[in-house]
């Protein structure tokens, strides 16, 4: 059982289904928004987590770093609100559907109370309970203070903070350039642009779940699959080295795994025609400019066609290639890993000379 | 329950729930506080005091039973005596204590009123001469009135006092006729009594008790905590942290409280005194003061945390303190720390960072003891190692090795040395765990066949200059007991007392019978330098007999069961392969078969030959042809070895087996070096080529602290032990000493020897060495070992005839004029002297010498040159060039004792102090000395013994 864990939780793996329950997600909404499945879920989680701290690697592993904890927090937190905003937003939406107004719109929920003590009394709890939380915390785990940093005595595996980990698990997809400044400064600036892109005016002020079908997939893609689930397999799953390691596997630092990548114009140029590389560079990578400069100008046109229609007009032609270019940008990634994980891709476009690798 | 209007919850709800979140809010504080304040090593204090307690009761009891009970008591009873006398005395005693009190405040006020009267007369002073330098007569005049007139005032007085503190003084006298019979006593007693009420003292003030209390409570105890982090700042001894060079805070004395007080030597760990407390470190006065050095500056670890008992990585030293330490403090290996603290038989390690370009170290006998080791089985020819560079290769020249040795004998030798000798230095590389094989045992008795052929054809020719004539072989084995050649060799067999020198300078003599070619031998014993001129073998200046007897001794020691081991030769098949292997290394396999198609079947011996001499690095040890002395040794360079990270060291599949330390990685490298080998699919030409040397766990022991010490640490200059010039200077001579083995027969201040465990009266056998740069003149030293001439005529061993150069003889005679700078004794400088023009004699001192002489009956041992008996000591009339005045007059003759406590020489001035003939020169011993040493330089020669032939 462990070995078959061991096995599937590769990232190839792992991925795929996280993608796959994802996509089920989104489909059988209604199932899931329920509070049968929220318990059931609950249930299913604790046992499983708990299940695997039975384990004396995993354990070894986890407890090395003490700032391994907060990802657990992290996990159920994250499918709490997950699940109890599905819930809320399929609620509303069945009222709607019946022809009733959102739960939060009713009268006796409108009604307006004083901010002392029901606003300012119940902050002061929370701020007590938070720091006896964190007083809590920090005495029962104490922080994993090491050495002063010594440059000729690198830990192995160097590890960013857990809440960076999703990042240093592009890196190994993409170049620096791109994993460590393009798509962190795009997720920022997309961040800060959905307000301003967001036109649909629904569910202001109440949750729901159909009326805004499409943002909230395309968030939560980007949110769960992309960013809380790279991290986790950076926590978890990544080992000395950077190299995949199951949770109940040992880390070995000469674990060994045949990773021979090749670019897109030896793929092209060596292996297909069966000639030497050309000179020129862009000849040289003209099949990875291709793929590229195809990837936008046949894959917009494409998307335009299922949803252009609907949000083109809603949204005007600015917000709404905006939108198009951060979805096309995000979605580079999963493409890249796949590629990666498929053919051994390195780069599409492969320029050391001019520090371009895509 | 209803809600009020405008309220969400019920107010007495939130105050409930503010109430609970309150007091877990306190319990958390409480908590945290508690948690801050509770730490293990504070519990390790407290009970350090306990221990403390029990030391000074103990050693309380001990002052109480050495002081003389019945002496206090009878003390004490004179004092109340005493006591009851003054208070019987009380009218007249009150009296005067009443004039005494009268008489001080006389004093009191006297004092008061004289120094008003002197400031203001300081201040009309200064008025006056202001007002008069500025041309004011009239108002000059006016000050100087009353100037004149405090200055009388304060003159008397000063009278006045005077009288007073006069009166006080009788008073005084007056009162100690009463008091002073008890003061004395007091003191008397408090002599007796002194050490207990000091420790009494210490004792109170380190008891616990309410004050002990407040100040280390928490919130309190910033103040003047008497639990406290104790802390050494080493500055001498930097850590690294970032680029930035910082200095150690040692606080281990936090917990090894008392490591610095003598006392506690019995206590258990962490309470114990410093086991080298007064002559090696911590101590104040010690070599290495704690204040300067702290202690991981030897010790290592993370000495500045002391949190528990892990967070600074104590070691443990054995298998079992591990099991131990894994189940009482929950210990295990500390991955990330670069360097955790040496385990104890280790720490010497430490000594090599601060200590270098110096050959052996005072105190540091297992330092001394793995860098003898290094020497003797020659690690450095292999390896690079600091401080080893100039040294000789470890092994024999092989340039002309065809006269010496039959080509079957180095191929059964290569092929393992231990089936010869058992105790051969030549380590074994084959038949071992990782290539005993049959595969590549083929291979590799192809490549030893390859290489013995190689060896002997490219022999130089060399011719014996002696032809070989079987003499006494019971005359001989005498010979090699007595001239000295077991001051560097053994053999087995050999008789009592002789057989208890264990030397390895040189080859094990055992067997010697199976190796060498009789006339070599005899043409070797004979002149070493003829068939190596480099060799540091020695010429003993045998007659051809001697030789011949020698010869005939060592011929008949044979090795039976080597000699009916089969030699083998060459499989051609095998050879072409592993050629075409090392051929087609950058070529395709056709181009080098078709190169090996052309060659003949003597060069391809000679090719596999040379490439295996160098695969396995022969020439790093031995001097090859072919192999020029700058080709780089074959092993790695071990300098920063006791820095390299633990993932650099490689484990092979022994991660289970192997401890993951750099000790332990050390211990099981030396002791199989093909461990590593093992389980992992090596090809042939991948295996592990260190070789194995058979060491013992304790020689192993003292290698490594060597190693160990090899860090890449940097030290600041404050830090380190700095040579200066003719440090050295001295440093360079104890490399030539120990490069000809000087120490295997001399003991030279207190180190080597060995040759004298055979000897039970050190006066037959090679003299100590002690003080011998003050001893002897620098120039008669030179020419002595150029070209030895006789001294002890009674002493069988010989000194031998080095092979020295010119640089090599300067070296070891500065070195011992070094050494003995510290000597207080040694007022000269050490130059050339000048003997001659040293006799002028003072009226009737040459009549007194000569009485002396006569009385004292010199020649009764220094029988050369006066009468025709056996000598028992040199011949004095060489002494005059030989030896240096001051070192006669100083040292030898007043006290002998002091120089070779061995010596039949009588203490005749007992260290100046007495006279040796009485009634002689005033009995005044230095007078009599120099009288002495001018009548020995009256009939000294101007020159040394006839030198003996080479």
Request: charged letters at 25%; a positive charge; one cysteine or more.
């Amino acid at each position: 059982m462990k070995n078959i864990i061991d096995m599937i939780m590769a990232p190839e793996y792992s991925f795929t289904a996280v993608v796959v329950l994802f996509i089920l997600m989104i489909k059988y909404v209604d199932k899931i928004a329920t509070k049968k499945f929220g318990y059931s879920l609950l249930l299913g989680m604790t046992v499983f987590i708990g299940w695997l701290f039975t384990d004396n690697v995993f354990r070894l592993n986890f407890f090395a770093t003490n700032d391994n904890v907060p990802i657990i927090f992290l996990v159920f937190l994250v499918v709490w609100s997950c699940w109890f905003s599905l819930y809320k937003g399929i609620q509303n939406d069945n009222r709607i559907a019946a022809g009733g107004v959102p739960l939060e719109a009713e009268p006796e929920n409108r009604e307006k109370v004083w901010s002392w003590p029901n606003l300012v009394y119940t902050e002061l709890f929370a701020i007590i309970a938070c720091t006896i939380f964190l007083i809590v915390w920090a005495i029962v785990f104490k922080s994993p203070l090491e050495e002063p940093a010594n440059p000729t005595w690198a830990p192995n595996p160097a590890k960013a903070p857990w809440y960076f980990l999703g990042l240093q698990e592009m890196l190994v997809y993409f170049d620096p350039w791109l994993a460590g400044v393009l798509l962190p400064g795009l997720i920022i600036v997309g961040l800060v642009a959905i307000p301003y892109m967001d036109v649909n005016p629904k569910g202001n002020g109440y949750y729901t779940f159909r009326e805004r079908k499409f943002a909230i997939t395309t968030f939560l893609f980007g949110w769960l699959v992309l960013w809380v689930f790279l991290i986790i397999i950076g926590t978890f799953l990544r080992g000395p080295n950077w190299v995949y390691y199951g949770p109940f596997e040992v880390w070995d630092a000469h674990k060994v795994l045949a990773a021979n990548n090749v670019n897109i114009s030896e793929y092209f140029w060596i292996k297909l025609l069966n000639q030497g590389l050309p000179k020129n560079i862009l000849v040289r990578e003209i099949a990875g400019i291709i793929m590229t400069v195809g990837y936008f100008v046949v894959g917009i046109p494409l998307f335009n066609k299922f949803f252009g229609n609907k949000y083109l007009k809603r949204m005007g032609m600015i917000r709404y290639y905006l939108m198009v270019m951060l979805i096309f940008m995000t979605l580079t990634l999963p493409i890249k890993m796949y590629l990666r994980w498929s053919i051994n891709l390195k780069y599409i476009i492969f320029m050391p000379e001019f520090e371009f690798n895509i | 329950m209803k809600k009020e209007p405008g309220m969400a919850y019920n107010m007495k709800t939130l105050n409930k729930v503010f109430a609970v979140l309150s007091i877990l809010f306190l319990i958390s504080t409480i908590w945290i506080v508690l948690d801050d304040y509770i730490r293990p090593w504070k519990a390790v204090q407290i009970k350090g005091l306990e221990v403390k307690e029990k030391v000074l009761l103990e050693q309380i009891k001990e002052a109480e039973e050495s002081t003389d009970g019945d002496k206090v008591r009878s003390l004490n009873a004179k004092i109340m005596a005493a006591k009851k006398d003054i208070d019987s005395k009380d009218q007249e005693v009150s009296k005067v204590k009443e004039k005494l009190a009268e008489v001080q405040k006389k004093i009191y006020i006297q004092n008061m009123k004289n120094g008003e009267d002197g400031s203001r007369a300081s201040e009309y002073q200064f008025k006056y001469e202001h007002a008069f330098s500025h041309n004011h007569p009239k108002q000059a005049a006016k000050y100087k009135i009353k100037m004149d007139y405090y200055r009388v005032r304060f003159n008397e007085g000063r009278d006045q006092l005077k009288v007073f503190q006069q009166e006080e003084k009788k008073i005084n006298n007056e009162m100690k006729t009463y008091t002073d019979k008890k003061t004395s006593l007091e003191k008397e007693l408090e002599k007796l009594t002194g050490t207990k009420d000091l420790l009494l003292t210490s004792m109170k003030s380190s008891q616990k008790g309410l004050v002990w209390l407040i100040r280390n409570m928490p919130f309190i105890d910033y103040l003047d905590p008497t639990i406290k982090i104790h802390q050494w700042e080493v500055k001498n001894v930097t850590e690294d942290r970032y680029f930035q060079q910082v200095p150690r805070v040692d606080r281990c004395k936090t917990c090894h409280l008392f490591i610095d007080t003598p006392g506690f030597e019995a206590q258990e760990q962490p309470y114990k005194t410093h086991s080298k407390l007064t002559e090696l470190a911590v101590g104040a006065n010690s070599a290495h003061p704690a204040k300067l050095f702290g202690c991981s500056s030897c010790h290592q670890g993370e000495s500045h945390k002391v949190f528990d008992f892990r967070s600074p990585e104590h070691t443990p030293s054995s298998k079992e303190q591990m099991v131990e330490w894994e189940k009482k403090y929950d210990w295990h290996y500390p991955h990330k720390k670069p360097q955790p603290m040496f385990p104890l038989i280790y720490t010497e390690a430490s000594c090599v960072k601060c200590h270098q370009g110096v050959e052996y170290l005072p105190m540091a006998n297992k330092l001394n003891e793995g860098k003898k080791l290094i020497n003797t089985y020659g690690c450095y020819g292999c390896h690079k190692i600091e401080g080893y560079q100039d040294k000789v290769k470890p092994g024999p020249a092989l340039k002309k090795i065809a006269a010496k040795v039959t080509k079957e004998f180095i191929t059964k030798w290569v092929w393992n040395p231990r089936s010869f000798n058992e105790h051969a230095k030549m380590p074994s590389f084959f038949m071992q765990a990782h290539n005993s094989k049959e595969e590549f045992a083929n291979k590799n008795k192809t490549e030893v066949a390859a290489m013995a052929e190689f060896l002997i054809s490219k022999s130089e020719e060399y011719k014996p200059f002696m032809k070989y004539k079987a003499g006494d072989a019971d005359k001989g084995k005498e010979l090699i007991q007595t001239v000295g050649c077991i001051g560097c060799h053994q053999v087995e067999g050999l008789d009592e007392p002789w057989n208890a020198v264990k030397s390895r300078k040189g080859t094990y003599l055992t067997g010697t019978g199976s190796k060498v070619d009789p006339d070599w031998l005899v043409s070797w014993l004979k002149k070493p330098s003829h068939y190596q001129e480099d060799t540091i073998m020695p010429s003993f200046r045998l007659t051809d007999s001697e030789v011949s007897n020698i010869a005939t001794y060592l011929l008949s020691l044979k090795n039976e069961k080597f000699a009916e081991i089969e030699s083998f030769e060459i499989d051609k098949k095998l050879r072409d392969g592993l050629l075409t292997e090392y051929l087609a290394q950058f070529e395709p396999i056709a181009m080098a078969e078709a190169k090996l198609a052309k060659m003949t079947d003597h060069q391809r011996n000679m090719e596999l030959g040379k490439r295996s001499v160098g695969k396995y690095g022969c020439y790093s040890c031995h001097n090859i042809d072919g192999f020029s002395p700058d080709r780089a040794p074959i092993g790695p360079e071990l300098n920063g070895f006791g820095s390299k990270p633990l993932t650099q060291l490689g484990y092979g599949q022994q991660h289970d087996t192997v401890g993951h330390s750099r000790h332990e990685w050390l211990f099981a490298h030396l002791k199989q070096p093909s461990l590593w080998d093992k389980g992992v699919p090596k090809s042939f030409k991948d295996l592990n080529k260190m070789p194995n040397f058979y060491l013992k766990d304790d020689e192993i022991h003292s290698i490594s602290t060597v190693i160990l010490g090899l860090v890449r640490d940097y030290v600041p200059l404050a830090g380190q032990k700095v040579l200066n010039a003719e440090e050295k200077l001295m440093a360079e001579g104890k490399k030539v000493a120990s490069k000809y083995n000087c120490y295997g027969c001399h003991k030279i201040d207190g180190f080597g020897g060995d040759i004298l465990a055979a000897y039970d009266d050190y006066n037959m056998g090679p003299p100590f060495l002690m003080k011998q740069g003050h001893r002897v003149n620098s120039d008669w030293f030179y020419k002595f070992l150029k070209n030895v001439h006789p001294i002890r005529s009674y002493v069988q061993a010989r000194m031998p005839s080095f092979n020295f150069s010119n640089d090599e003889i300067n070296k070891l005679i500065t070195y011992f004029n070094a050494t003995h700078k510290d000597a207080k004794t040694f007022h000269e400088k050490p130059s050339f002297l000048d003997n001659r023009g040293m006799v002028k004699w003072n009226p009737g001192e040459r009549d007194a010498a000569k009485q002396m002489w006569e009385e004292l009956a010199c020649t009764s041992c220094h029988t050369g040159g006066f009468n025709s008996e056996e000598a028992q000591a040199p011949n004095l009339h060489f002494a005059k060039k030989r030896l240096r005045v001051s070192w006669l007059r100083d040292v030898w003759l007043k006290d002998p004792t002091k120089v070779m406590d061995y010596s039949i020489m009588p203490n005749f001035w007992e260290n100046g102090t007495i006279s040796a003939v009485e009634g002689v020169l005033d009995d005044d011993p230095k007078k009599q000395i120099n009288a002495m040493i001018k009548y020995l330089w009256e009939f000294g020669y101007d020159k040394s013994p006839e030198p003996f032939k080479k």
